[in-house]
C-alpha cells in the first residue's frame, strides 16, 4: 500500500506514481492501530448515570409530595425511592464497577432484589409471599447461575466452590425463620433450595474429586 503525500490518497496496487496528480507515491508499510477510547466511553456512561440519578430525585420528590397530598393508607413513595436506589445500585456498582467481580455482582444484585421485594411486600401490607416464594427463589437463582458458570468457565470450575458454600449458609435462613421465628409458612420451596444448595456442593466436591479438594484446602489453609 502506498500513500501520496500531495493528494493524501491510499493507493492499493504497486504503481509508482499517483493516478490522480502523478506525484511520486511513498510506500506505507507501517499499519496504525486503533483502539477504542475506553476512558472517553466510561466518562459518557458516569454523566448518563449521574443525569438519572439527577432525574430519579425529582421523580421521588414529586412522589413523596403526591403520597403525602393524597394518602391512602400506603406510603407507595417508599417502594419507588427504593426502586431508584436499586436501579442506581446496578448501574454504579454492576455496570460501571470494574474492579468487582461477576460472582460478587450476581450474589449482591440478586439479594438486594430479594430484600427489595421483601420492603414491597411490608409496604403494602405483609403477607408473606415475599419470604416464602422469592427468597428460596432467588436462592435458587444464584445455584442456576454457579451451574452456568461453571460450565461455561470449566478450567476454573473449582473457584466457584466457596460461593456454594455461601449458598449453604443462605439457603438455611429460610429453614431457620420456619422452625425459630415461624415467619416463613411455605415449608417446601424453602426446603427445596437449602436440599439444592447442599447437592451442589456436594455434587461439586463428588465429581471434582481431587482439584475440588485442593481448592478447598488452600481456600481454609488446611494442609
Known amino acids: 500500500m502506498s500513500r501520496c503525500k500531495q493528494c493524501g490518497i491510499e493507493v492499493l496496487d504497486n504503481t509508482a506514481a499517483c493516478p490522480l496528480c502523478k506525484f511520486v507515491l511513498e510506500q506505507n508499510d507501517n499499519k496504525k492501530r486503533s483502539y477504542p477510547d475506553i476512558r472517553f466511553r466510561v466518562k459518557k456512561l458516569n454523566f448518563a448515570v449521574r443525569i438519572i440519578l439527577f432525574i430519579s430525585i425529582i421523580i421521588e420528590v414529586l412522589c413523596v409530595y403526591i403520597n403525602y397530598k393524597f394518602y391512602d393508607g400506603i406510603w407507595w413513595s417508599i417502594i419507588t425511592g427504593t426502586g431508584f436506589a436499586y436501579v442506581y445500585f446496578i448501574l454504579r456498582f454492576a455496570v460501571l464497577n470494574e474492579g468487582a467481580g461477576y460472582k460478587t455482582k450476581i450474589v449482591s444484585v440478586t439479594l438486594l432484589g430479594i430484600l427489595y421485594v421483601i420492603l414491597i411486600d411490608c409496604v403494602v401490607g405483609y403477607h408473606g409471599w415475599s419470604v416464602n416464594f422469592v427468597l428460596p427463589g432467588g436462592f435458587l437463582f444464584v445455584d442456576a447461575a454457579i451451574v452456568a458458570l461453571m460450565f461455561i ?3 476454573n470450575w473449582q473457584s466457584y466452590i466457596m460461593l456454594e458454600i455461601f449458598m449453604v449458609f443462605l439457603s438455611a435462613i429460610p429453614l431457620a425463620l420456619i422452625f ?8 417446601f420451596i424453602s426446603g427445596f433450595a437449602f436440599t439444592v444448595s447442599v447437592l451442589l456442593f456436594l455434587g461439586t466436591v463428588i465429581v471434582g474429586d481431587r482439584r475440588a ?11
Not at 180 to 187: G, K, N, P, Q, R
Not at 213 to 223: A, D, G, K, N, T
Open 213 to 223: 479438594r485442593m481448592e478447598l484446602r488452600r481456600r481454609f489453609h488446611v494442609r
Open 153 to 155: 468457565n470449566r478450567r
Open 180 to 187: 425459630f421465628f415461624d415467619i416463613v409458612t411455605e415449608t
